[in-house]
């Protein structure tokens, strides 16, 4: 034990909900605020139907909005005495599991959230902290730059505008939209379409039957890897790409726009081979598929301004 | 030990410990910390009675008022919820991290493959037969499936139908695709490329498992 300092129980303070009068008769209203660290860590979960979340310059969590009367609504801030919480945690929990009630979290800009939710809606915004989110349907939107960004759906949406320099997105139907850039993000699906856009150093792009977009940059001394079992993968670079490039697939065709290289017949005529260095090469661009065709072009100068 | 005296776990690690989210090597040493540190076992208590109270509605239980300050409400009515964490889970999690270390091994034997965040060291499979290699893969990532699939079959009745539904319908997709790369890899053992997307896929099987199984009851 710490010698130094007598030990004062953390307090967790429970919150208001406040019955409202004026609110809908089967709403209940939910109001709490606190002040807390800079880099506090708030989780949130259970059965709300939207969520808003929005870092501000405030050292302050304000939770708001409104559930079901059914619902069950608890949680508390983690209150060492005299200073500020270092964290948060609540619940939703509706008696039929059903998701309903709209729910608005305002944090710190530096804090980490968790939300975990079954079916919602998902709006972040201006976090540059932490924010690790998971619903099975819905969708998750994620604008700004979160410097940790972790997303996870199953049919549910992701689109994430913002560079987040690190990130992993995962759904196993739901399609993902991944918009600026990135140190280093992993994209994953099972059957939803990846659409990614920017200029990233390492980049990851997997489906088993989901199409591949990427229109965008790697960086010199970066990477770019795809494997998909049955996708199409559509790659489109700037004309002045500089990378090592190398594609394979099993039995999936490769045309390529990009170049005047052709593709050669894969070992034992199976699939198709592509491999050329682009300008002065430095980053590497690995592409493996299954059956999927693979296209390689140039992105547009109209396009090229985007990023 | 990672927490000494000095080094309390922060509150992030408290409450990965009590949502079951920390690896079983995290977990063992924040216990051994937990066994020896009354303050940070008796925030692990209040996290712990935390959770318990919002999930089982226990309307009539009051917290003392010592530990619990400010005001809260409680709506009437019955939670749907079963057991917060089966230990099946936790089996399966230790199990599928004890794996997923020799596959990872696999996955990042090309180079500049992607940095995943994941602590258990990756050792380089560099000279193993690739035949051999790609019955490996098959060998583990069949183990750690198995013990994932019996637990999601454990949790079903706390998963709502459409959900499962969705999950099986992934599942499917993805097995497809498992059986076409181990068809193809039969005929061509000595394919490095098919070894990798065989291992991919398996991969895209393992996260579905492993999230279904991280859902939230009823949902
Ligand atoms: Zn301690």
Redesign the interface.
């Known amino acids: ?2 010698s130094s300092a007598p ?1 004062r ?9 406040l ?1 409202a009068a004026p609110y809908a008769a089967s709403q ?1 209203v939910v109001e709490s605020r606190r002040a807390v660290t800079a880099t506090a ?1 708030v ?1 949130i ?3 709300f139907a939207e969520l808003r979340i929005r870092g501000w310059n405030k050292d302050s969590v304000v939770i708001t909005g409104s559930v079901p ?8 801030f ?2 060492p005495a005299g200073g500020p919480s ?2 948060a ?1 609540f ?1 939703v ?1 509706s ?3 059903v998701p309903a009630g709209t729910l608005e979290l305002r944090v710190p800009v530096g804090a ?1 959230v968790w939300a ?4 919602a809606t998902i709006d972040a915004e201006g976090v540059t902290g932490g924010l690790d989110l ?1 619903v ?2 819905g969708s998750v939107h994620v604008t700004g730059s979160p410097r940790e960004l972790t997303v ?1 759906a ?2 549910g949406a992701i689109t994430v505008e913002g560079a987040a320099p690190w990130a992993r997105l ?1 759904t ?2 739901g399609n993902i939209t991944l918009g600026t850039g990135s140190e ?1 993000a ?1 994209v ?4 939803g379409d990846i659409h990614v856009a920017g200029r990233y150093e ?3 792009l ?4 989901g199409p591949v977009a990427f229109n965008g940059d790697i960086v010199r001394g970066g ?1 770019l ?1 795809v ?1 998909t ?2 996708g199409t993968v559509d790659l489109r670079f700037p004309p002045k790409l500089s990378a090592d490039v190398d594609i ?1 697939t ?1 039995s999936g065709r490769i045309e390529n726009a990009f170049n005047k290289r052709s593709p050669i017949p894969g ?2 005529g ?1 699939g198709e081979e592509l491999a050329f260095t682009a300008g002065t090469g430095g980053a ?1 661009i ?1 592409v ?4 999927g065709n693979v296209k390689l072009s140039q992105l547009s100068q109209i396009y090229l301004k985007t990023f | 030990m990672t927490h000494d ?2 080094s309390h776990p ?3 690690e408290l ?1 990965d410990f009590v949502d079951d989210r920390l690896t079983p090597a995290g977990r063992l040493d924040l216990e051994t910390h937990l066994a020896l ?3 940070c076992a ?2 692990r208590d ?2 712990e009675l ?1 959770l318990d ?3 089982s ?1 226990a309307a009539e239980v009051e ?1 003392p008022a ?10 009437a ?5 079963g057991r917060r964490r089966s230990w099946l889970l936790a089996a399966a999690a230790l199990l599928l991290v004890a794996v997923s270390s020799a596959v990872t091994a696999l996955l990042v034997r ?7 965040r994941q602590s258990a060291p990756a050792a380089p499979l560099a000279g193993v037969g690739l035949p051999v290699a790609a019955r490996a893969v098959d060998a583990d990532y069949q183990a750690v499936i198995r013990e994932l699939d019996e637990s999601l079959a454990q949790r079903r009745a706390q998963l ?1 139908p459409e ?1 499962i539904a ?2 099986e ?2 599942l499917r ?2 097995d497809e ?1 498992i059986g ?2 181990r068809h ?1 890899l039969a005929a ?1 053992p000595a ?1 490095r ?2 070894v ?2 065989l291992a ?2 398996y ?2 099987k393992l ?2 498992l492993r ?1 279904a199984s ?3 009851p ?2």
């Not at chain 1, 129980?9 to 909900?17: G, M, Q, S, T, V």
């Not at chain 1, 493996?288 to 059956?291: L, Y």
Request: glycine content about 6%; aromatic content about 6%; proline content about 5%.
């Open positions: 034990m710490s030990y129980p953390l307090l967790f303070a429970w919150f208001a909900i019955a209940q860590s989780r979960s259970g059965t009367n059914d619902a069950h609504f608890a949680g508390g983690l209150a270092p964290g945690k619940f929990e008696p039929t599991g980490r975990k939710a079954g079916s998971n099975i349907g996870e199953m049919d995962k196993a139907s280093d992993a994953t699906t099972v059957s390492r980049l990851r997997s489906s088993v039957t990477s890897d494997d079992h049955s394979a099993m070992r034992e199976r590497r690995y493996r598929s299954f059956k | 005296n000095q922060s509150f992030d409450n540190c009354p303050r008796g925030d209040r996290l935390l109270q919002s999930r509605l917290p010592e530990i619990w300050s400010g005001v809260h409400q409680r709506i009515g019955r939670s749907p919820l090309r180079p500049q493959t992607v940095a995943v709502a959900t969705k999950v319908a992934s997709v993805v695709a076409e790369a193809a061509d394919n490329d098919l990798d997307l991919a896929s991969e895209r996260e579905l999230r991280e859902l939230l009823a949902t």
